[in-house]
């Protein structure tokens, strides 16, 4: 059942509105941002984030300047003040959350800050450094294998080989006819627990629809393939299988000499793979797989994350060298797995010039004490909360446009980490004077980028790349 948000809407550019709700076990009055005209309802929840005064001390090494600055007037969690707070992690957690500065050591938020340029330019490198991105990820060999129209679209259904692994299947969406340059778009699929499919999750074309997409959709989208929408309205949007799903994913032969541990694939064919049965028994056994392949990443120097983005990246250059497409009017958008690669290709590529992150924004405190077990091994970079909160990666971007959006209900996080990564986010972009260029948006209910939150999005994008 999708809960019903006809009442979302997009506010004129400059105008915010302001919910006060109450909560019901101290009665403390919590101030949520939206971005829109109306007020939407808020579940209530126990207890608010509160803003601790500290002092830290900042490693000056970074940025070349004097440590022993105190930090003030920034957004800070409570963990100093909550030694005995319940965690994931039993007795730990206030310990662990405790061993990382607030703000981190390379946040803008920080009262030493060395300014904006500089800030910039030591964060990336330090994200860049611990992402570990692998080099010299180019697509070769880019092969356009059919053409169709559908719906009202030109569709290309398109391949490129990377230096590893299988080809990257994609396929990319525009208005019939359109010669261009157009503003374009990378839409950005998300993980759902489902690597058997990529790029299908969140397009349409002539090929008949698997059942199993049509409910994904469902579920997710409001029944709807998002990438189409978006193509309708004027757009180039390319979609990609994305590192270990769809034409990317491991396969079973893959793995049929390792007989032992969860790569094992006994009495696990590869053949009739689009069979219900078949793909709902591999995406459990990718599952169950997922923190092998993110601990062998590991054990290679490099991470998930920084796959992710060199391979995003990879799909942008594909995207950019388009002659129907206006490489200056270039963005991209995501939901949950989507939105994660969103924060890291949106911060760390200054190409996109809008960012819509969907369903995947909280603080780096919020995975440790609450909600790591809900997330994909492939959420996380060793070290990089010494250095930036999870928003700041996205905040990297700041003053490029970008859209958040998140659920009040959204199980994967907590209302209140939420509010304070949206609220990080609105001081990085005060701080470099483009307040107006973030819109951090709330909606009721749980886990999904619906019809009404995509008319916000759709329109975001077109505000600033039309």
Not at 63 to 80: R, W
Not at 287 to 312: I, M, N, Q, R, Y
């Amino acid at each position: 059942m999708m809960p019903n948000v006809d009442a979302c809407r997009l506010a004129p550019p400059g105008d915010s509105s302001t919910e006060r709700a109450s909560t019901e076990a101290t009665g403390t009055e919590v101030e949520i941002r939206d971005d829109r005209n109306d007020i939407l309802p808020r579940r209530q929840f126990l207890a608010a984030t509160a803003a601790v005064s500290a002092t830290t001390i900042f490693k000056g090494k970074a940025f070349g300047m004097q440590v022993g600055s105190s930090v003030t007037g920034s957004v800070q969690s409570d963990a100093a003040a909550s030694p005995n707070a319940k965690s994931i992690i039993g007795q730990y957690g206030s310990w662990v959350a405790g061993l990382v500065e607030d703000p981190p050591q390379l946040s803008l938020r920080r009262a030493e800050s060395p300014g904006i340029d500089a800030w910039r330019t030591a964060a990336r490198a330090k994200t860049a450094e611990l992402l570990a991105s692998p080099s010299e990820v180019e697509a070769a060999d880019i092969q356009l294998i059919r053409q169709e129209q559908f719906e009202g679209l030109d569709i290309e259904h398109l391949r490129w080989q990377l230096p590893y692994g299988r080809a990257t299947e994609a396929i990319l969406l525009k208005p019939q006819g359109a010669s261009g340059p157009l503003p374009a778009v990378l839409g950005l699929h998300d993980h759902g627990g489902n690597k058997y499919f990529g790029r299908r999750k969140i397009t349409r074309t002539a090929d008949p629809q698997h059942p199993l997409t049509v409910e994904h959709q469902q579920e997710y989208y409001g029944g709807r393939a998002w990438a189409n929408e978006l193509a309708s309205r004027g757009y180039v949007v390319l979609v990609h299988d994305a590192f270990a799903f769809g034409s990317r994913r491991v396969e079973y032969q893959d793995m049929s000499e390792i007989p032992w541990g969860p790569g094992r694939t006994d009495g696990q064919p590869d053949n009739d793979p689009e069979s219900r049965e078949h793909i709902e028994a591999y995406n459990k056994w990718a599952s169950g797989h997922e923190h092998v392949l993110s601990k062998s990443l590991f054990c290679g120097g490099t991470t998930w994350p920084g796959v992710f983005l060199a391979e995003d990246q990879a799909a942008l250059s594909v995207l950019s060298d388009r002659p129907d497409v206006d490489a200056s009017r270039i963005g991209c958008a995501g939901l949950s797995g989507g939105g994660l690669r969103t924060v890291m290709l949106g911060g760390m590529d200054e190409r996109v010039q809008c960012a819509v992150c969907v369903g995947f924004m909280t603080t780096w405190r919020d995975f440790l004490m609450n909600k790591a077990f809900t997330h994909t091994w492939m959420t996380y970079v060793p070290l990089l909360p010494s250095f930036l909160d999870f928003p700041e990666i996205l905040g990297l971007r700041a003053p490029l446009p970008t859209m958040n959006q998140s659920c009040t209900e959204d199980d994967l996080y907590t209302l209140p980490e939420m509010q304070r990564a949206d609220a990080i986010l609105q001081e990085v972009f005060t701080k470099v004077n483009a307040p107006k260029n973030y819109s951090g948006k709330f909606y009721p209910g749980g886990h999904r980028f619906d019809e009404a939150m995509q008319a916000d999005a759709f329109a975001w994008l077109d505000r600033w790349l039309k």
